[in-house]
């Protein structure tokens, strides 16, 4: 499978997705976001149980192609009629991927790039990588999803702080706020991500992906909705193949074989 701004590699169950366009510090342009919808749509796929995202040159994203955007609202395109399909429905679609996601964040990831980052479920960082919502720098508040992702992972206070601020943090202090998971030497990023994808890929994906929907979902749900859906989902996981080779897997002291089935 190939895209013009995004390489894409899967492999026993996991996909290595890659923004592309490192002579632009892979800035979110109209034909990436097209290129990442697709490959999203690709992840959601059965046979695809976990997907690590990460960026190709120096950076991860560094925001959204501001020369594309401006040169559009020049020709006379009104800004709120084209951001959504051209460029929001893609952060939509990978938040909404099925399967386990991974960001592997490298450099910059900052404004969109940062959005990006934070629509997937976990995200590493190379000691180098910072992040940001710049977008107050140039008198603009975050369009691709920062004032939806950013808050549901690092409470209200400090989301509203770097939104307003427009501050751009080091990945230890991305650690000590809880928006990434783990940092690392720049040179072992990429392995780590792959072994930490590997191991999702290996694992329930009917619970795992049973699992990312009911959290998605559980915001607008009162506990006791919440239970109820817990346990819809559980008579799926409960009648699956996975849940007899981990109830035999764990008499057996042995390491269960899933199969996503």
């Not at 490959?39 to 997907?51: F, G, I, T």
């Amino acid at each position: 499978m190939a895209w013009e701004t995004i390489g894409f590699e899967e492999d026993d169950g996991l996909a290595l997705v890659r923004l592309n366009r490192p002579e632009a510090l892979n800035a979110l342009d109209r034909q990436m976001a097209q290129d990442l919808y697709e490959a999203c749509e690709r992840c959601n796929e059965p046979e695809v149980r976990a997907m690590v995202l990460s960026g190709a040159g120096r950076a991860f994203c560094a925001g959204g192609d501001l020369k594309e955007i401006e040169a559009r609202i020049r020709a006379g395109e009104r800004m709120e009629e084209f951001l959504w399909p051209d460029y929001q429905k893609s952060l939509a679609k990978l938040h909404e991927v099925r399967c386990p996601t991974i960001a592997a964040v490298h450099g910059f990831a900052v404004g969109a790039g940062c959005d990006i980052a934070l629509a997937c479920d976990i995200r590493l960082a190379g000691a180098g990588a910072s992040f940001g919502q710049v977008y107050s720098r140039v008198g603009l508040v975050p369009d691709c999803g920062g004032t939806f992702f950013l808050p549901r992972v690092v409470g209200s206070a400090k989301a509203l702080e770097l939104i307003m601020t427009g501050d751009v943090i080091d990945a230890e202090k991305a650690l000590a706020i809880g928006l990434v998971r783990s940092v690392h030497n720049d040179d072992a990023l990429m392995e780590e991500a792959i072994a930490l994808g590997r191991r999702l890929a290996e694992g329930p994906s009917i619970a795992l992906r049973a699992a990312k929907k009911l959290v998605r979902a559980s915001g607008g749900l009162d506990v006791a909705t919440a239970l109820r859906a817990e346990a819809g989902a559980q008579a799926e996981t409960v009648a699956s193949q996975d849940f007899q080779e981990g109830i035999a897997a764990f008499l057996e002291k042995r390491k269960p074989g899933f199969q996503g089935k």
